[in-house]
């Protein structure tokens, strides 16, 4: 093999390898970036098809954690949930509690993609009632009148979660309270 052939035959083995390493790059990123579009949505889609709402409020209320207890990641044994999914495509959702809890509590509010994009706690409320009205991210017909008191909160996406924190300290000596505090949250559409 001639010097011209050996090195037009390395040339084209460096081309090579420098292509399969360039493929590879683009599809770990497409891969990555698919992933990471993804992941959040199917997650969000499964906690939604399984949010099993009461039929007047609209809010589910699991019963107190326990070690058994998986429907939300890694929930916490010291604080009570109340959870919510809404879809507010064709019309406005109407969010409204009263927890007087004794403790830390907070209502969060999440799009499709899991995002957070509102929070509340007890400290921001005062001991105000929340009264909220949530929209979707395109248009109705006409922007909702809102009730005297509310606030409009603009979700980024028609279909959510809401999660309801209330801190427990003992669950059998603050039941009737911290029971209540949850219990004072409704979703409703908006009427």
């Known amino acids: 093999m001639t010097q011209a052939q050996s090195s037009a035959l390395l040339s084209s083995r460096r081309r090579l390898w420098a292509w399969r390493i360039g493929a590879t790059l683009i599809l770990a990123a497409a891969v990555h970036g698919l992933a990471v579009w993804a992941v959040p949505r199917v997650i969000m889609g499964r906690v939604l098809s399984a949010a099993q709402p009461e039929r007047t409020s609209g809010v589910f209320l699991p019963p107190m ?3 058994s207890a998986r429907r939300i990641v ?3 044994p010291d604080l009570l949930y ?3 999914a809404f879809d507010v495509s064709t019309t406005p959702l109407r969010i409204r509690a009263e927890p007087k809890a004794p403790r830390y509590w907070s209502i969060a509010l999440y799009a499709d993609n899991s995002d957070n994009f509102f ?3 007890d400290r921001e409320a005062a001991g105000k ?3 909220i009205v949530l929209i979707g991210p ?3 017909a006409q922007r909702p009148a809102l009730p005297a008191g509310s606030t409009l909160i603009d ?3 028609a279909r959510g979660l809401l999660l309801m924190r209330v801190l427990v300290a003992d669950y059998a000596a603050e039941k009737s309270v911290v029971e209540a505090a949850r219990g004072s949250l409704s979703c409703e559409a908006l009427r």
Do not use: E, L, R
């Open 155 to 157: 979700s980024p996406s």
């Open 129 to 131: 009632p929340i009264d």
């Open 65 to 67: 954690t326990d070690a």
């Open 74 to 76: 890694m929930p916490s």
């Open 138 to 140: 395109k248009a109705y």
């Open 119 to 121: 929070v509340i706690n």
């Open 82 to 84: 109340a959870t919510c």
